[in-house]
Nanobody, 128 residues
Framework: QVQLVESGGGLVPGGGSLRLSCAANGRTFSVYAMGWFRQAPGKERECVASISWGGRYTYYADSVKGRFTISRDNAKNTVYLLMNSLKPEDTAVYYC?????????????????????WGQGTQVTVSS
């Protein structure tokens, strides 16, 4: 089975930057698309960014376009989320997700239903 472990969360001032990492272990050869989701208090979970296995296809939520960058290093079985120009509205628990079904071989789905393995989350807090 694939397991995901997020890291890199923390408390940062508005305008600051943070880099999240998600390391996969186990049957990593079956990991395809990966994504970052977040859930703020009192709000629904939303997809922040996602990336296909080869990195050719990416998705970004409108709220983070131009500020966040998703990337992956398959040799290290790790996906990253570089967050620049952070805003208090970015405060949330960030979750890493992976598709191991193979249904999205060349895609970067934004729906949570596309992912079957999830990390436990890392807190990101942006102060004003």
């Amino acid at each position: 089975q694939v397991q995901l472990v997020e890291s890199g969360g923390g408390l940062v001032p508005g305008g600051g930057s943070l880099r999240l990492s998600c390391a996969a272990n186990g049957r990593t050869f079956s990991v395809y698309a990966m994504g970052w989701f977040r859930q703020a208090p009192g709000k629904e979970r939303e997809c922040v960014a996602s990336i296909s296995w080869g990195g050719r296809y990416t998705y970004y939520a409108d709220s983070v376009k131009g500020r966040f960058t998703i990337s992956r290093d398959n040799a290290k079985n790790t996906v990253y989320l570089l967050m620049n120009s952070l805003k208090p509205e970015d405060t949330a628990v960030y979750y890493c997700a992976a598709d191991t079904s193979g249904r999205y071989l060349a895609a970067a789905p934004s729906s949570a239903l596309a992912y079957d393995v999830w990390g436990q989350g890392t807190q990101v807090t942006v102060s004003s």
